[in-house]
């Protein structure tokens, strides 16, 4: 029985663990535990070196100079776990915090970097370096109790409103994150500290956390005078300062490079994370309209056109999105590595506008149907009002017909604050039974508009009512501002402001996504840049350009409220479906067969189409298979020449997999017998062609005589 037997576990857990790999005498190498002493035996393949070769002990030395780390080719299921609490986060913060003016969509974005640049400066450390061991658990730990904190502060996280204690813990919260990864990285420095190369790197690593604990730390006593402060600012600047310098310092060293780990893998998987938080919002957003559409009125058997058409538009886009975004993947281990950071950075903002942009999508469903809902409201009373005016009236008469609809209709759908609207109600009913009945026959123009305003007020309130069943709030008021007479009218014009904000950042959303997935698609693809190509490349950036130029409509926001005919795009039901529909023509591009003739080229740059004519005969043969060797020589005198220049090694260079002993000398002994039997061969039948043609001509000589 093995000790592996012995073992309660499916994997033996080690104190402390490694990536490190060591060159062992035969020229392959294992994983170690720098920690733990190890004896591990090699039965197959083994062969001691030669110690009169020069060449096998530099290669030796210059193994033992530049650690090297072990690459695993799939994300974790620790990394998985931690994937899940960002997901969590995410889901909370977009379910809470309500984005209804300026001030609010800044704060999203703000707790949306914050968020981002810890999940990421945690991730960079895992890809490389982290292996399964008790001090990396209790490290993940200590990083899931951020993530913790990061829920508990995002249900109050408002820099507008501060409260001292939530934005203290922030601060405190973001120190012991960054203390944590300077302690990690401090651990890989002591494991490589035999190495002569790598060590400098990764100590300025661990000094940057440990910096950047620092000044959290110390921002944290700036909240401690019970006031607000802007002092927060620091938190973004300081999250975006680290994730740029920690992808600087991946080009300069090989060892905190991020060649050959899955990194690209992680950011997929976020994507993904961010995309499903989408449908969630769509799914929340349909039980909202379900809800209304047959359990509040049942005059509605079932959803209009255009809802219908909003909800498969809506979920067209997350799975257009989904398509577009994996579709125009390519290999990260193509990139280069100054192209790999760009890559990489690129998804912060990408990933901000891409949750925006599924909150402002879902977002037009829920107007869509709360429209529906007030105008009909506002129709039963139109009409109830006609009906009345149309007999004999008498004030107390158009009274009684509006209380009949607003009454039960309150009490379907809660008002915000139902004592003060019951209250003012109430009021203005008062208000109208009051007029004089002469006013009904001869009407004067001050009762006239005093009536129309107490109707306006009645009306927006039952249209506040329907907001505030969909969960759609007013800003918050100032405390110490005075209340304006018509309060309701008031509420409905702030609500309709945020619908006009909804409408900005979700045209400027969804042209900021397209134009990120292109870039990150041109960073991604290093070849095959054709005319043809180049072509659909400036289709999509054209398409996100018009998208975001969509905006400049809401930028008067007095025509919008005068309803004037330029602005009628802002609340109709087209909105989603132009978004939708340019996503979907992009798509189509892209899966275009690509023509052939004119739009191949012939560019002899890298990355670039060649027309090779495949044709009969040893002659077309061997014209393919030289101009296919050429190109591959030249894309490998590429690759070398940006690994000289980056001070690089391959992509594969962190996972090496042991030579069997003998092959290199078997394989050119191989191919050194395989192109003598050819030669052989050719020899052999040219000498028969030449005795046929030789036989045949002396039987035609003989014929002739």
Known sequence: ???????????????????????????????????????????????????????????????????????????????????LWFVANLNVFTSIHDISDLAQFNSFIGYMVLLWTTWLLTTLYDVRFTADSVWERCCKAIHLGVMIGFAEIGTNFDPNDQIVSVFRTMSLFLAVSRFILALQYGMVLFQIRKYADGKRPMAFTAVLHLCAAAIYLGVSFRYDMGRSSRVFLVWYIGGVVEMALHLSFSQLSHVLTFLGTHL????????????????????????????????????????????????????????????????????????????????????????????????????????????????????????????VLADDPTSQKVSDSIKDIIEPFLQKYQPLD???????????????????????????????????????ELLNTMVNAVYNAFEIAPPEEDKDATQPEFQQSEIAMSIVRRFILIYIYLFACAGIVLLMMTIMHVISKRRGWTPFNIFRTVVCIVTSIVLALLTVIASNEDAVFRDENYTSFIGSVWMLPTITISYFAVLVL???????????????????????????????????????????????????????????????????????????????????????????????????????????TTEYRGASH
């Open 1 to 83: 029985m093995s000790h592996h037997d012995l073992d309660y576990t499916g994997q033996r857990l080690q104190l402390v663990g490694s990536r490190i790999v060591e060159p062992s005498e035969c020229g392959s190498g294992h994983r170690v535990m720098p920690m733990r002493h190890q004896h591990h035996h090699h039965h197959h393949h083994q062969r001691t070196p030669s110690r009169d070769s020069d060449d096998g002990q530099l290669d030796k030395q210059q193994s033992r100079d530049t650690p090297e780390f072990f690459k695993n080719e799939a994300a974790t299921n620790f990394e998985l776990f931690y994937d």
């Open 264 to 387: 690209g893998e992680r950011l997929n998987l976020l994507t993904l994370v961010i995309l499903g938080e989408g449908c969630i919002i769509l799914a929340k957003s349909i039980t909202l309209v379900v809800k209304d559409t047959f359990v509040k009125d049942v005059n509605f058997t079932m959803w209009s056109p255009e809802i219908i058409g909003l909800v498969t538009a809506s979920t067209a886009l997350i799975y257009i999105i989904f398509q577009l975004y994996f579709d125009w993947m390519h290999d990260e281990h193509s990139m280069s590595k100054r192209y790999q950071v760009w890559w990489t950075s690129l998804h912060l903002p990408f990933h901000i506008a891409l949750t925006l942009l599924l909150e402002g999508a879902n977002q037009c469903i829920v107007w869509a149907r709360v429209y529906e809902s007030a105008t009909a409201a506002v129709e039963k009373v139109v009409k109830a009002a006609e009906e």
């Open 418 to 456: 139902p004592l003060e609207a019951w209250e003012s109600v109430r009021d203005l009913l008062g208000e109208i039974a009051s007029i004089p009945d002469s006013f009904w026959k001869d009407p004067d123009e001050s009762t006239k508009e005093h009536f129309d305003a107490d109707t306006t």
């Open 590 to 696: 892209t899966h275009l067969p690509h023509p052939s003739g004119w739009c191949m080229g012939h560019l002899r740059r890298r990355g670039s189409y060649k027309e090779v004519e495949a044709g009969g005969g040893r002659k077309e043969a061997a014209h393919e298979s030289h101009v296919l060797t050429e190109m591959a020589k030249r894309n490998h005198h590429i690759e070398d020449y940006e690994d000289r220049r980056t001070g690089y090694s391959p992509v594969d260079s962190g996972v090496r997999s042991p030579p069997l002993a003998g092959y290199e000398e078997h394989r050119h002994e191989r191919s050194r017998s395989d192109r003598s039997r050819s030669r052989r061969h050719s020899r052999h039948s040219h000498d028969r062609r030449r005795s046929s043609g030789a036989r045949h």
